[in-house]
């Protein structure tokens, strides 16, 4: 075997370099850190310590993997759960508003025109949006007799007075429906006011 002869400069550069890369791969971090980059430029390089650190952290890795998505998994459990429990919060919200509507004599109507303002508004509770139907809907004024601006059945309205109403309903034992009628017709007659025609 012909022997190549070197200075002694490039002597030592070579077992600086030997030295070096001997106490890299000695050492437990750097070591497989070396292996990893000799196996980037020479995929077909033997490296021993980083295939068994490979064996050994793949297992590691699938568990933590499955650990995540588990975690994840809980995750979106309770979330959705916690979504559901808000939504069915608001919905019994609703509910009850509206039940609370009926329950003041709110008819259907008037509930759909208050459904109409919470979509509108974006409002989640309909007697806040039953107060702003009624402030844009304000209650008709009552109908009052013409006159005297009250009812008096007893004392009719027409000249018909009290005792004459009662006497005939005592005489007929309740039984005078002339006298309810003539009662009836002048109310109705006082309340309509003047003919219009």
Do not use: C, Y
């Not at 759909?112 to 844009?136: S, T």
């Amino acid at each position: 075997m012909p022997t190549v002869e070197i200075d002694e400069l490039e002597f030592k550069q070579n077992k600086q370099l030997r030295d070096t890369v001997s106490k890299l791969l000695a050492h437990a971090e750097a070591g497989p850190l070396v292996e990893k980059a000799l196996k980037m430029v020479d995929p077909n390089a033997a490296t021993p310590r980083l295939d068994r650190q490979n064996q050994i952290q793949e297992p590691i890795n699938a568990a933590l993997k499955r650990v995540e998505e588990l975690e994840a998994a809980m995750k979106k459990k309770d979330d959705e759960r916690e979504k559901n429990e808000k939504l069915a919060a608001i919905q019994a919200r609703v509910d009850a508003g509206k039940a609370q509507l009926r329950r003041d004599g709110w008819t259907e109507d008037g509930i759909k025109g208050v459904e109409k303002i919470m979509e509108e508004r974006g409002l989640l509770d309909p007697l806040d949006a039953a107060a702003i139907f009624e402030k844009q809907h304000p209650p008709q004024t009552p109908v009052t007799p013409a006159g005297s601006g009250a009812w008096n059945f007893m004392e009719g309205t027409s000249g018909t007075g009290a005792e004459d109403f009662v006497k005939s309903m005592l005489e007929s034992k309740g039984e005078s429906v002339a006298a309810l009628d003539k009662t009836i017709n002048a109310t109705l007659n006082d309340i309509r006011g003047p003919s219009r025609r």
